[in-house]
């Protein structure tokens, strides 16, 4: 695929940015929601960029997505936004052009530098914010209380030089941000969103596409458990999360191991080999892998933002979603000071879960 393959060279409508799997998802969420019909003529409907990462794993379900999105009548634009030192000003260089003419811009991720930065380019009065898990509730919040935008996980650390340096181009992000008389914006979400600022249109995200494209899926009898990337981000102690992994599918039954496209083969290598799980690799977002079956009757998960989506990408199966809490001991001594109490409201807020006991570790 070349780096601009299915560009037409007109100015779309709208323009969407995604980095992950998931975000590219919650974008065909929101075009469906908003009936958002296909490109019938240049300049018309929705035109999906991909910031291409370097992650091989991540690489392929972008890849796999964007097919979704092309058979969906989307166009798409990948670029190879971080391939080699000049990428960032090739890609950047080559989108301003379209980043001046649409009339709406819809990103999956505020917190990225890639996206913060093209923010100050656009000038479109319509700005849309979709799901990028758990990081949209803090989003909204920062957004807000008028605080700088960081990723949960950092917050409470002393920024580095970068930080500083790209400083006032996330606050002119977060400027661009905040709804104004000539420019709205709204949050297509499916996460529990309880202090928005007051002009800020927040939209449910039901999963309303993924159900109507895939399922119902055959339900097995047995559990899974969906991994997490929380010992990746530096939160939990790998130790712990491996010894609270096996505890975890000994007392539920659980077979497979869905694993965090962010985990490492490393630790996913040594989880197969003390737990006895079956480690899969999902190919797509692990919503549309459950819709698609089979699905265990149980699956289990750690906080994480598929307690809040799996309920409603499940809805009508009879499937059982259930959390098991971070135990606070878990935690490295690098974990942000705010990491036990957030990913507790990301369990405590998660409708249509059951909660199970903090699994000991000892």
Request: with cysteine.
């Amino acid at each position: 695929m070349s780096p601009r393959a299915g560009s037409t060279g007109t100015t779309p409508h709208t323009l969407a940015f995604v980095e992950s799997p998931v975000q590219l998802l919650n974008v065909l969420e929101w075009a469906h929601a908003q009936a958002l019909h296909p490109q019938e003529e240049p300049g018309v409907g929705l035109t999906l960029v991909v910031l291409s990462p370097t992650d091989p794993m991540t690489r392929g379900q972008l890849r796999r997505m964007a097919e979704l999105a092309r058979e969906e009548g989307h166009e798409v634009r990948w670029e190879e936004a971080r391939g080699g030192t000049t990428a960032p000003f090739r890609t950047i260089g080559g989108l301003a052009p379209l980043l001046r003419g649409a009339r709406r811009v819809v990103m999956g991720d505020p917190f990225s530098r890639y996206v913060q930065l093209l923010l100050t380019i656009t000038r479109a009065a319509d700005l849309v914010v979709v799901d990028d898990g758990t990081a949209t509730m803090e989003f909204v919040g920062q957004l807000a209380r008028g605080e700088r935008l960081v990723r949960w996980h950092r917050k409470g650390g002393t920024p580095g030089p970068r930080d500083l340096l790209f400083a006032p181009v996330s606050a002119s992000a977060r400027r661009r941000l905040t709804p104004r008389a000539d420019r709205r914006v709204e949050v297509f979400t499916s996460m529990p969103v309880t202090e928005a600022p007051a002009d800020v249109t927040v939209t449910p995200h039901t999963f309303a596409w993924t159900r109507a494209r895939f399922g119902p899926p055959r339900v097995t009898r047995g559990a899974d458990l969906v991994g997490t990337s929380l010992v990746e981000t530096g939160v939990v102690d790998g130790d712990r999360y491996l010894h609270a992994v096996g505890a975890l599918s000994r007392a539920h039954g659980a077979t497979r191991y869905f694993a965090h496209r962010r985990e490492s083969a490393d630790k996913l290598h040594r989880l197969a080999g003390e737990t006895g799980l079956e480690v899969v690799r999902p190919e797509l977002p692990l919503e549309l892998i459950a819709r698609r079956g089979p699905i265990g009757s149980t699956v289990l998960s750690f906080p994480s933002t598929v307690v809040h989506t799996l309920p409603l990408a499940l809805a009508g199966t009879g499937v059982r979603v259930a959390v098991c809490d971070i135990d606070p001991t878990w935690l490295t001594a690098h974990a942000s000071p705010r990491a036990h109490g957030f990913l507790s409201g990301v369990t405590g807020t998660a409708r249509g879960v059951d909660r199970l006991a903090t699994v000991s570790v000892a």
